[in-house]
């Protein structure tokens, strides 16, 4: 018989043989929900009073983790921990751990690919050719991204990969940092700065109460006309309805959006029909490798909680025990 119940409230890959594995052999029972909406998660939780959860995107609320006495740990399947009740965990001595560098060169990967796929405009040739349109000059002419400049809010450890790759290819890069940190061959700027002068805006920003919808009319407003905006960080960072309305009044020329608010969100409405925005699913962290790493960590997270150690990335300053 197993020594501890561990929920897993959802996942977003094909099978659970690596959580599996790592948690049978610390002695531990995966219980795996089925439906993700709080009420249904609460239930599970007091029903099998589990001693852990793992989270992907599920909310991870005060009532799910209070329905069971022997939690111990939170563990989010991912970098962001805005889906977890954080200042509850923090109060009641239960640990809250992540994987902050699981997916850094996928997202930094994607972030640039979302720069390309505008700054060419792949996705509307694409879909103009299929649709019958055979036509190299539909849309306004496109211009060399060398010499371009990329604007990054957040110099953090994604940010930082993206500068390295962005110079290799010619651009210019500019980036704010909360922090102070500095690169070399990047200029940290003002915000209003690199909104004003930065050809692609790419948002890698935590979502916090102070950031979520940060972004708004007020920013679209300092971009240049012919600019796009890249969310590669947390969709509600953006105020969409602005964005729907940048795009209108043809403030900028376009965004990609591989977050949005909520998701999946509705594509049939403003923003995300508009054909200058590409949307991807959520995708930016996604290889082979990054999922193995992170769901490999994760279990590991959680077993040694469970065991009395203290795990990697604790997020909220405590300790096991």
């Known amino acids: 018989m197993s020594k501890y119940r561990v929920l897993l409230t959802d996942f977003a890959w094909e099978d659970l043989e690596i959580e599996k594995q790592t948690l049978t052999d610390g002695g531990a029972e995966l219980?795996?929900?089925?439906?993700?909406?709080?009420d249904s998660l609460a239930a599970?939780?007091?029903?099998?009073?589990?001693?852990?959860?793992?989270?992907?995107?599920?909310?991870?609320?005060?009532?799910?983790?209070?329905?069971?006495?022997?939690v111990k740990i939170v563990a989010r399947l991912g970098i962001g921990l805005d889906n977890i009740d954080m200042d509850y965990c923090t109060q009641h001595g239960i640990l809250v751990t992540n994987t902050p560098d699981y997916c850094l060169i996928e997202v930094a990967e994607h972030t640039l690919a979302l720069l390309f796929a505008c700054a060419r405009k792949v996705a509307m040739y694409h879909h103009d050719t299929?649709?019958?349109?055979?036509?190299?000059?539909?849309?306004?002419?496109?211009?060399?991204?060398?010499?371009?400049?990329?604007?990054?809010?957040?110099?953090?450890?994604?940010?930082?990969i993206l500068a390295k790759k962005a110079k290799c290819l010619g651009l210019n890069v500019l980036a704010t940092s909360r922090s102070?940190?500095?690169?070399?061959?990047?200029?940290?700027?003002?915000?209003?700065?690199?909104l004003a002068e930065s050809d692609f805006v790419s948002l890698l920003i935590p979502a916090t109460p102070e950031t979520r919808k940060s972004f708004g009319a007020e920013q679209f407003r300092k971009m240049k006309p012919t600019a796009y905006l890249i969310n590669t960080a947390r969709g509600a960072?953006?105020?969409?309805?602005?964005?729907?309305?940048?795009?209108?009044?043809?403030?900028?020329?376009?965004?990609?959006?591989?977050?949005?608010?909520p998701e999946p969100c509705d594509l049939t409405i403003a923003p995300y029909n508009d054909p200058r925005v590409i949307v991807t699913p959520h995708a930016a962290f996604v290889s082979v490798e990054s999922l193995e790493n992170m769901r490999s960590r994760v279990?590991?997270?959680?077993?040694?909680?469970?065991?009395?150690?203290?795990?990697?990335?604790?997020?909220?300053?405590?300790a096991a025990g």
């Open 31 to 38: 219980i795996v929900a089925t439906e993700k909406d709080e």
């Open 44 to 70: 599970l939780a007091q029903q099998h009073q589990v001693d852990a959860i793992m989270t992907n995107w599920a909310q991870v609320t005060e009532k799910v983790i209070s329905a069971s006495p022997n």
């Open 130 to 160: 299929m649709s019958g349109k055979y036509d190299l000059q539909a849309g306004p002419m496109m211009r060399r991204m060398e010499g371009q400049t990329l604007g990054i809010v957040g110099l953090g450890n994604i940010g930082e």
């Open 180 to 194: 102070g940190k500095t690169m070399e061959g990047v200029e940290t700027v003002e915000l209003d700065r690199l």
């Open 237 to 261: 960072i953006v105020d969409h309805d602005a964005l729907a309305a940048a795009l209108e009044g043809g403030e900028i020329a376009g965004a990609a959006l591989d977050v949005q608010d």
């Open 299 to 318: 279990a590991r997270q959680v077993i040694d909680c469970l065991e009395g150690k203290t795990p990697e990335n604790v997020r909220n300053g405590l």
